[in-house]
C-alpha cells in the first residue's frame, strides 16, 4: 500500500498540478449501454475513487473522478480463461479495491496487466495484480523508464521513501516494439504502439467490443500532460485512433468514456494550440509573452475542460519548447 503523501495530494498533485504552472457498432448507444456503480474510497467516504462503467459483453472502464486517490482512469476485459486490466490507477490502495471489483464480477483468473505507459498514475498498483498471479505488459520503454523518468515528478527535494516508492514500482515482464496480440481465450485483445504523449504509449482494442484503450493519448474534454509529449505526432496518432472504432467507445486516460468525435476534438485542441504558439512565435514572442499572447484563445476554446487552469498555461510553455527544438523527452533506453 502507498502511504497517504502518495495519493491524490502527493503523486498526481505532482503530476497534475505543480507541473503544470513550471466493423460499425452493433450495440447500443454508449449511454444506454453503461451500466455505472460508484466504488468508495472507505464505506464512510462521500467521494468515489471511480466508477465502473460496463461498455462492452465483459468490458470494463473504471473512470476516475479529478480528485480521486485513484488519480487517473482504468479498465479490465474478461475472456473465457481470464481477466486483463488496463492501468492501476497511482495508489496500490486503489488498485486492490479495483480488484475486489473485478472479483464481484468474475472470479477468472487475473492473467495480464497492460500499462498503457510509464506515469505513474497509471502504474502504482501494478504489484497488487502481480501478486494475484498477473503478468505486466507494456511497451519496451517502459520497463526501464517506470523506475526512471517517474522520479522527476518529485522534484529536486525527492526523500528517500519516494525514491524507494518508484523504485519498487513492479515493471513490465512482458514488452514489444510496434504491436502485440494477446488472448483470453478465443477473445483477442490488440496492442498497439502510437506516439505522442510519452513515446512509450499503448493503445488496447477490444475488437469483439468495438472499445479502445487509449490511456493518455486521449484526454477527454481535459487538458494533457505534456510534460513527455511530442505533439505534432500525437496529432497524426489521433487521427489513426480515431478510425479504429469509429462507432465504438473509446476510454480515454482521464476524463469520460468518449467516442470518435471525443478523439477529434481532443485532436482539435492540440491543432489550436500548436498553431497559436506557432503564431506568436512568428511574431517574434518568447517566453512569457507566448503564453500571455495564446492563453486568451485557449480560454474562450477550451476554458471549460478539465485541468484547463491547471495545464493552460504549461501546454503553451512545453509547446513553444517543442517547436523551438528545445523540449526534453524520454529517451529510448539501450538494448
Not at 125 to 149: D, K, L, Y
Not at 190 to 207: E, I, W
Request: charged fraction near 20%; glycine fraction near 8%; proline fraction near 6%.
Amino acid at each position: 500500500m502507498i502511504p497517504p503523501q502518495f495519493s491524490f495530494s502527493g503523486v498526481a498533485r505532482r503530476i497534475l498540478l505543480p507541473l503544470a504552472i513550471t466493423a460499425a457498432l452493433a450495440i447500443p448507444s454508449i449511454a444506454a449501454l453503461a451500466r455505472t456503480a460508484a466504488v468508495p474510497a472507505r464505506p464512510d467516504a462521500g467521494k468515489a475513487l471511480f466508477e465502473i462503467k460496463k461498455i462492452g459483453d465483459g468490458v470494463y472502464a473504471a473512470i476516475s473522478p479529478g480528485e480521486s486517490s485513484a488519480g487517473a482512469n482504468a479498465g479490465f476485459v474478461i475472456g473465457e480463461d481470464g481477466v486483463a486490466v488496463i492501468d492501476t490507477f497511482e495508489d496500490a490502495a486503489a488498485a486492490k479495491v479495483l480488484l475486489e471489483e473485478i472479483r464481484k464480477i468474475t472470479k477468472l483468473p487475473i492473467r495480464f496487466v497492460i500499462n498503457t505507459h510509464y506515469h505513474i498514475d497509471h502504474v502504482a498498483g501494478n504489484g497488487v495484480f502481480a501478486e494475484a498471479g498477473a503478468t505486466v505488459v507494456a511497451h519496451r520503454n517502459v520497463r526501464e523508464w517506470i523506475h526512471t523518468e517517474n522520479l522527476k515528478f518529485f522534484g529536486a527535494k525527492i526523500t528517500p521513501d519516494q525514491k524507494k516508492m518508484v523504485e519498487s514500482l513492479v515493471a513490465p515482464s512482458v514488452v514489444y516494439s510496434d504491436s502485440l496480440d494477446l488472448y483470453l481465450g478465443s477473445r483477442h485483445l490488440a496492442l498497439h504502439y502510437y506516439p505522442g504523449h510519452t513515446g512509450g504509449d499503448t493503445v488496447v482494442g477490444v475488437p469483439d467490443a468495438h472499445a479502445v484503450f487509449c490511456g493518455d493519448l486521449f484526454w477527454r474534454k481535459t487538458l494533457p500532460n505534456l510534460i513527455d509529449a511530442s505533439t505534432d505526432r500525437w496529432v497524426t496518432t489521433l487521427d489513426k485512433l480515431a478510425t479504429i472504432a469509429p462507432d465504438g467507445t473509446y476510454v480515454p486516460g482521464h476524463g469520460d468514456i468518449g467516442n470518435s468525435n471525443d478523439v477529434k476534438d481532443f485532436r482539435g485542441y492540440l491543432v489550436e494550440l500548436r498553431s497559436s504558439v506557432t503564431a506568436a512565435q512568428a511574431a517574434g514572442k518568447s517566453g512569457t509573452e507566448v503564453v500571455d499572447a495564446v492563453l486568451p484563445n485557449l480560454q474562450t476554446k477550451y476554458g471549460t475542460w478539465e485541468f484547463f487552469k491547471y495545464f493552460a498555461k504549461s501546454n503553451i510553455a512545453d509547446t513553444a519548447k517543442e517547436l523551438k527544438g528545445e523540449k526534453r523527452i524520454p529517451s529510448p533506453p539501450k538494448d
